[in-house]
């Protein structure tokens, strides 16, 4: 009897284990640059102002995950 090699349930298909990582990696990266932003600018708005850029982009980055996680599925709701 030939049996097939499956894939563990919690295992993430091919590629994307890769885009995964690079997800964790940049949003590390995004509260690795606010907690340098926050510790190194001493003037509260300036602060704030970049604190609100790099919280922007990680949150385009969180937002964007679906589309690069599952790039084949065509978004059909729209």
Do not use: C, Y
Not at 8 to 30: H, N, S, T, W, Y
Not at 41 to 70: G, N, Y
């Amino acid at each position: 009897m030939i049996r097939a090699e499956q894939e563990p349930a919690a295992e993430i298909p091919g590629g994307a284990r890769d885009r995964v990582k690079r997800l964790v990696m940049a949003l590390a990266a995004f509260v690795a640059l606010g907690i340098l932003s926050w510790n190194t600018i001493s003037d509260q708005k300036i602060r704030l102002a970049t604190l609100a850029v790099l919280a922007m982009f990680a949150l385009k980055t969180w937002v964007r995950r679906k589309d690069v996680l599952h790039p084949d599925k065509n978004d059909i709701e729209t």
